[in-house]
């Protein structure tokens, strides 16, 4: 046995196994609600969370990462399915996944870097909120023996790893309390309560759609703003996991691996997914880490609602009510809210702004799209910050030097030009660029106009030390040395 296939599969076992079912079962409900989101059969997102599962076990960048279907993709789903039907919700799916694969051949999971941890703490934190939020409609309006069956399955969450860490906790609690429940005959709700389980393996079937352009334009709308927001939440789960794993992940291989688990998905009767936050902190947290968790959880979980229905259909809702509580908690960044009067108000704002976008509109894609841009603004704005033009004499008479320090672009150009002193009585300036670099047309441009509105007063204008960068696209673009575009510039 190779060691990398030792490492990726066998390096873990029992935690990998146990940690595997708790994420099976923790599934079932969810893949069932995200399956009538979407307004489809329950089948079809219990088959998908199956295919996603396994197949991203194989070829997904993040090992113990989970995949399955998801409620922000369910989302996403629900007029397709509405005005056209399961059929092409299958189709989408399989677009969906072409467009994921052809994104890792493009390399787009190298764009993470891009995403500041500001961004990656709102998004964090708002995924918590809404896993907390969607436990809600479990606990209101019930008897007394939901909150009871709660608050018991949270206590032996947090105390039984104090009696032993070898059996993950949040499985003790759904053993238990399912126990408990069908001994004493709870009129509780229960995952049999959630919908139908399907009593068959999921079977190889073709989407029953026209194979011409009309069908393509009809999917295409839905499929690309799934593949942006699967790969957008898989990409920001896998860095999680790195976090907590203390470990690397190829986030092209990841996307990869999305495409090919959604194109599966499609053949098999299942929609479209992605990473699941909520499942993935589960899995490390119940001490999950290798592909074999991922792989457990999938086969595990069409084990259960297949052969052992019944019994998985007794599980009462409160149990898994406290688990998903135990990850919200769990998932939440407290160290943030603490950090609020240590960190800039820039960092604090992109994290605030993201978790507000994020939890009103319930779209992971528009906070974190919200977010890399307040990020980028502030960015942009304080590197322009960064610019320093000193004036000084220079060798003779009627000579300024003006000595340009920093980064001139967009941001900044304004400020380049202000530091210019057209009206002064000399005869000659020289523009020391030594220090400088310009990056964009913006900046540019505001060399152009520095040196033409010298020019106009009657002083001549040299410019010094460009290093290769910049005079490259000063070479190309400016226009102060091209005495045809300023005749075109000046209207002539």
């Not at 960048?61 to 998801?70: D, E, F, K, L, Y």
């Not at 702004?353 to 779209?363: I, K």
Request: charged content about 15%; aromatic content about 8%.
């Amino acid at each position: 046995m190779s060691p990398s296939l030792h490492y990726n599969w066998f390096s873990n076992v029992r935690g990998d196994i146990l940690s595997g079912l708790v994420v099976a079962l923790a599934l079932i409900p969810e893949a069932i609600a995200f399956s009538i989101i979407a307004g489809v059969d329950p089948k079809v997102g219990l088959y998908a969370s199956f295919c996603i599962a396994v197949i991203t076990a194989f070829a997904g960048g993040r090992p113990g990462m989970i995949s399955a279907a998801t409620g922000a993709m369910a989302l996403l789903m629900v007029t397709l399915v509405k005005e056209h039907g399961l059929e092409y919700l299958l189709a989408a799916t399989l677009l969906t996944g072409v467009i994921q694969i052809g994104a890792g051949y493009l390399r787009l999971g190298s764009l993470m870097r891009f995403v500041s941890r500001s961004v990656v703490t709102g998004f964090v934190n708002a995924l918590a909120i809404l896993i907390f939020m969607a436990q809600l409609p479990e606990l209101i309006d019930v008897t007394w023996h939901v909150y009871a069956m709660t608050a018991a399955g949270l206590v032996i969450i947090y105390t039984f790893p104090y009696l032993t860490t070898k059996i993950p906790s949040p499985l003790v609690c759904i053993l238990v309390l399912t126990a408990v429940s069908m001994a004493l005959g709870l009129d509780i709700r229960t995952v049999g309560d959630m919908g139908e389980l399907p009593d068959t393996l999921p079977i190889f079937l073709w989407p029953d759609v026209p194979l011409t352009l009309e069908t393509l334009w009809i999917i295409l709308p839905y499929s690309l703003p799934l593949a942006v927001v699967g790969l957008l939440e898989s990409l920001m789960t896998a860095t999680i996991v790195d976090d907590l794993t203390d470990t690397s992940s190829d986030k092209n291989r990841e996307c990869k691996g999305q495409g090919l688990a959604n194109i599966g998905a499609g053949l098999f009767g299942g929609m479209a997914g992605c990473a699941m936050i909520g499942q993935s902190v589960i899995n490390v947290k119940s001490g999950g880490r290798t592909r074999l968790s991922t792989l457990i959880a999938g086969v595990v979980l069409l084990i259960l609602v297949v052969f052992l229905d019944e019994w998985v259909s007794q599980i009462p809702m409160a149990a898994l009510v406290a688990v998903m509580i135990m990850v919200s908690i769990g998932t939440f960044s407290w160290e943030s809210i603490f950090n609020l009067r240590k960190h800039p108000m820039s960092t604090n704002i992109v994290m605030l702004t993201t978790v507000a976008v994020v939890v009103a509109t319930h779209n992971l894609a528009f906070g974190v799209f919200a977010g890399v841009l307040l990020a980028a603004l502030f960015f942009a704005n304080k590197i322009g910050q960064f610019l320093y033009i000193g004036k000084e004499d220079g060798e003779g008479e009627n000579h300024r030097v003006y000595r340009v320090v920093g980064q001139v672009f967009f941001s900044s150009s304004d400020k380049f030009i202000d530091a210019f002193d057209f009206k002064e009585d000399t005869d000659r300036v020289t523009i020391d660029l030594s220090r400088a670099h310009f990056w964009d047309l913006t900046a540019v441009g505001a060399l152009d106009k520095v040196i033409l509105k010298f020019r106009r007063e009657g002083i001549a204008v040299d410019t010094v030390g460009l290093n290769e960068a910049s005079a490259t696209i000063v070479d190309k673009f400016a226009v102060h040395d091209k005495p045809d575009q300023i005749d075109e510039l000046m209207g002539h």
